[in-house]
């Protein structure tokens, strides 16, 4: 019922995140009062079933706005190099989902819901087949988090292979009707998930299969970022610019002569 009212609340556009701590959080008694009825049943000593735990992280997803997401980009502080570049991989929770949603997958996988993840194979492998929509979407996620902190660590990553549940299809042709094969609700999600991140993939959900190359995911989770002193400097780091922009920001400051220390 939550999961309901909570995507109900979001097609009729109400205010559903906040940026009053800086950072986005959601911010809907329906999401509240689902997170506060699982962790009653946590803590009774209930085992929450998969699909209980996909509608709680369905109530941890931001809503399909244009204005929203635009928000989430302008509140980084920073410009990408270049328009073909995606800087998702530097907003919290991939502006997809609330970032608590990693820590009830990891918690699922702690409770044996879910499997965990080893970051030890190459390549990882995601078996999605059997996975509910926003359990395969916040999944996928929370590998590309990991991901990202072996990265800034300054190990490998590895090639990502996602196995997806697909149809089989009859359509009429001049010789008769042939087979094909579909793509299940789930790799199209999955799929356009990676699309609206800007994560490209080879293969094709109507396979069941797609892979993430560890090449692609290096560039996506270290995006080139514009200089904040005008013009663009490739290869520019996420803290680089905002040391550049802090700067930028003293000196309207001191011109201004604002000298808050704020």
């Known amino acids: 019922m939550c999961?309901?009212?909570?995507?109900?609340?979001?097609?009729?556009?109400?205010?559903?995140?906040?940026?009053?701590?800086?950072?986005?959080?959601l911010h809907n008694k329906w999401t509240t009062l689902a997170l506060m009825a699982y962790r009653e049943a946590i803590a009774a000593g209930e085992v929450p079933t998969l699909d209980v735990v996909s509608q709680l992280l369905g109530c941890l997803r931001l809503p399909f706005d244009a204005s929203l997401k635009k928000k989430l980009i302008d509140n980084l502080g920073v410009a990408a190099y270049s328009?073909?570049?995606?800087?998702?991989?530097?907003?919290?929770?991939?502006g997809e989902y609330d970032p608590c949603a990693f820590s009830l997958l990891e918690e699922a996988a702690f409770l044996g819901i879910v499997q965990y993840?080893?970051?030890?194979?190459?390549?990882?492998v995601v078996d999605a087949k059997k996975f509910p929509i926003h359990t395969a979407e916040v999944y996928l996620l929370t590998i590309l988090k990991g991901l990202k902190h072996r990265l800034a660590a300054g190990a490998k990553i590895p090639n990502v292979t996602i196995y997806l549940p697909f149809d089989k299809a009859q359509i009429p042709t001049?010789?008769?009707?042939?087979?094909?094969?579909?793509?299940?609700?789930?790799g199209q999600k999955v799929a356009s998930l990676l699309r609206r991140l800007g994560l490209p993939y080879v293969g094709n959900e109507s396979y069941g299969k797609i892979r993430i190359n560890?090449?692609?995911?290096?560039?996506?989770?270290?995006?080139?970022?514009?200089?904040?002193?005008?013009?663009?400097?490739?290869?520019?780091?996420?803290?680089?610019?905002?040391?550049?922009?802090?700067?930028?920001?003293?000196?309207?400051?001191?011109?201004?002569?604002?000298?808050?220390?704020?």
Request: net charge positive; with cysteine; charged share 25%.
């Open 174 to 186: 001049p010789d008769g009707y042939k087979t094909i094969n579909v793509a299940g609700r789930i």
């Open 3 to 25: 999961l309901r009212r909570f995507e109900k609340a979001c097609a009729l556009g109400e205010p559903i995140v906040s940026f009053k701590s800086g950072r986005p959080e």
């Open 83 to 94: 328009s073909r570049c995606s800087l998702w991989s530097l907003v919290d929770g991939f």
């Open 117 to 124: 993840v080893s970051f030890k194979e190459s390549p990882i």
């Open 214 to 262: 560890a090449i692609s995911l290096r560039k996506w989770l270290r995006p080139k970022l514009a200089s904040p002193f005008g013009g663009k400097h490739e290869g520019l780091s996420f803290s680089q610019s905002q040391i550049g922009k802090g700067i930028i920001d003293q000196q309207r400051n001191i011109r201004t002569g604002n000298f808050s220390l704020e």
